[in-house]
């Protein structure tokens, strides 16, 4: 029988144990669903309920197991890849897949752990189905296309940044579908630049404190 919650083994998965990481960060910036709570500075339900998951895994020292479902598995045996035919146009590409993640602390509890890094440039690669992998092709504009893909790429960003002493201004993100069953060779590796937004970058931190103190009061209830 699977266990639904495991101890996190590994210093990768132990350090996003009870941190809040770029892949769920958009639902710190969900907005919450009355004029009052929205003027007041208050968390939405979504964030609130995601700092209450974080909290359940500072308590507990467990995460939820992630079941690995055919299409998850499909993304992590072509990321590899992706990753080599990225290589090829950026030499000295860092790609932290497979056995080799890193986690970019952002604060005490927060980070982020980008697929790949070239100089300023933050990669985030999806091996998607088919028609999925499409329509990215025919977008234009990430944060239309997928807003929880958009907040990972900047808070990535800002991670890379802090770590390496780069203004977050002058990195780059790059989403990046990769299919390879596409006839046409040139079809399988899509790119798209996302820019860092400047608004939400200078958000992010007063977002990750407001979330941070959050945590700190559910946790010192339970202090003995």
């Known amino acids: 029988m699977t266990e639904p919650y495991i101890y996190p083994e590994g210093e990768w998965m132990q350090k996003r144990a009870g941190s809040f990481t770029s892949s769920q960060i958009g639902k710190l910036f969900t907005a919450p669903k009355t004029k009052f709570a929205k003027e007041n500075g208050e968390l939405s339900e979504t964030a609130k309920s995601y700092i209450m998951d974080k909290a359940a895994e500072l308590l507990t020292g467990t995460i939820r197991n992630t079941y ?4 998850m ?9 992706a990753a080599n035919l990225l290589k090829e146009q ?9 056995e080799n993640p890193k986690f970019f602390q ?5 980070g982020g752990s980008p697929d790949a890094v070239y100089g ?6 999806k091996c998607p189905n ?12 990430l944060k239309s296309m997928n807003s929880d893909y958009y ?27 990769y299919c390879p069953l596409m006839i046409e060779h040139k079809l399988r590796l899509f790119k ?3 820019e860092p937004d400047a608004a939400l970058q200078e958000l992010l931190p007063y977002t990750i404190k407001s979330a941070e103190l959050f945590l700190r009061n559910i946790i010192d209830k339970f202090e003995l």
């Open 68 to 71: 690995k479902t055919p299409e």
């Open 192 to 194: 798209l630049e996302v």
């Open 73 to 81: 598995q499909w993304g992590i045996d072509n990321e590899p890849y």
């Open 120 to 125: 300023n440039i933050v990669f985030e690669i």
């Open 130 to 141: 088919p028609r999925t992998h499409i329509e990215y092709m025919l977008e234009k504009e």
């Open 106 to 110: 952002y604060s005490d509890f927060s």
């Open 151 to 177: 907040y990972q790429l900047q808070m990535n960003m800002a991670c890379v940044a802090k770590e390496r002493g780069i203004n977050v201004i002058d990195m780059r993100g790059m989403f990046v579908s």
């Open 90 to 98: 950026y030499k000295d590409l860092e790609y932290f897949g497979g």
